[in-house]
């Protein structure tokens, strides 16, 4: 058995929905806002700003706002249409999305990478990204499927989602 690769995970998931529908939920403003983030803003690289419903470039940069008190800003590194997003986030890693025909549906394949391999890394950057990213692949099949946003309305409460527990701290080494 080799080693877990904390540096990467892949989330795949299946969407009732065409492949040009699923990529608009990724490539606009008002399609991030349904099942992510509380507030996008979106800009071309001279600073002028994307409509909420058109759709992003490469090159594109993004400030979003969660629920919560907490935002980051970041890039669209690659935007081909209707088969991928790709975007930094945090400091050195890479979130694709990549989307595919599967019968009446499709597949959504989400790629995290660049993540520290460090204890806080692994906790903050790989699990909480994990689990977080799995809450809002299904809250987006809710969507879909019975306009239903799964995400708690009270910004005090939407924390719940993550993986709730604390880095711990390295050994001291013994003099």
């Known amino acids: 058995m080799s080693e877990y690769d904390w540096s990467t995970f892949d989330l795949h998931y299946y969407y009732p929905v065409p492949p040009a529908t699923l990529f608009r939920s990724w490539a606009t403003a008002d399609g991030l806002c349904a099942f992510y983030i509380g507030e996008a803003v979106h800009s071309a690289p001279d600073g002028a700003p994307r409509a909420a419903d058109e759709?992003?470039?490469?090159?594109?940069?993004?400030?979003?706002?969660?629920?919560?008190?907490?935002?980051?800003g970041g890039r669209f590194t690659e935007v081909i249409a209707d088969r991928r997003v790709a975007f930094t986030f945090g400091p050195d890693m890479i979130v694709t999305v990549d989307i595919e025909a599967d019968g009446a549906g499709s597949h959504l394949r989400l790629r995290q990478t660049g993540i520290p391999v460090d204890p806080q890394g692994r906790v903050q950057m790989h699990l909480?990204?994990?689990?977080?990213?799995?809450?809002?692949?299904?809250?987006?099949?809710?969507?879909y499927q019975t306009n239903t946003d799964l995400r708690h309305a009270d910004p005090a409460r939407v924390n719940g989602i993550e993986v709730g527990f604390p880095v711990p701290e390295p050994a001291k080494e013994r003099a």
Do not use: E, P, T
């Open 55 to 72: 759709i992003v470039r490469a090159g594109d940069g993004y400030d979003w706002r969660y629920r919560h008190d907490f935002g980051h």
């Open 128 to 143: 909480n990204c994990r689990s977080c990213w799995i809450f809002f692949l299904v809250n987006l099949m809710s969507v």
